[in-house]
């Protein structure tokens, strides 16, 4: 609802790129994303039938070649994930390759059950944020690619440089390299479950500036699209 809110109000100045548009280019992506994110539908389902007990490979991957992603949006793929933007499992994975090892090895045997049970689950998440990047990207693309009159407004440069922003301020970039310095400051506890609600001010934020310090009346417009 966030993407759609932006990608209407960026670009509902301009005739038929309003809402309609907007969401007919989202399901568009959402088709596009479901074929070309691998992990299975109903093995995340009997993952959270099971509460992550039973032991199948829900395992998250995006494939961007040509077997399942269109040409024209593999360059924007490529970006999304350079920006770490595209699936935000990249830390866990992590996570998982350097297990601490206690040195004791029904402890170890624990762990990894535990560990093993929590990494099922995070791919349930990692599964629907994928399809919400990839679909939110490709959306704003399409939108953009069709309306460069209002790209020049924002400032922005190309498509997929618009693709890339809408993503970071509608879904936002938890990978821990583009978080705020106050939140990389604070204790993790105060601020785990507050980036989202940090982001989603920070955004209406800006489309308030937009709406009462746009450069141009068009500009104003956007912010006060967004706002309403």
Known sequence: LIAVNKLAGDFGIVKDAGYAQTWNEMFKGYRIAHKAIKGG??????????????????????????????????????????????????????NQVNRFDTGWGLANKATDFVSGLTHRLYQVARYVEAHNRLSTAIAAYEMAKRNPQTLKRLKISSPIEYAVTA??????AFNGLDAPL???????????????????????????????????PEVKMIGWRTLG
């Open 167 to 172: 993503v970071q301020h509608t879904q936002g």
């Open 41 to 94: 539908f109903f093995r995340q389902v009997a993952t959270v039938g099971t509460l992550g007990l039973v032991d199948t490979n829900n395992n998250v991957e995006i494939d961007n070649t040509d077997e399942s992603m269109p040409r024209e949006y593999q360059p924007l793929v490529k970006e999304l994930e350079l920006h770490q933007l595209a699936d935000v499992g990249i830390q866990e994975d992590l």
């Open 182 to 216: 106050a939140i990389k400051k604070l204790p993790k506890l105060t601020t785990q479950y507050r980036k989202y609600q940090i982001m989603m001010a920070w955004n209406y934020g800006r489309a308030m500036k937009q709406a009462f310090q746009g450069e141009s």
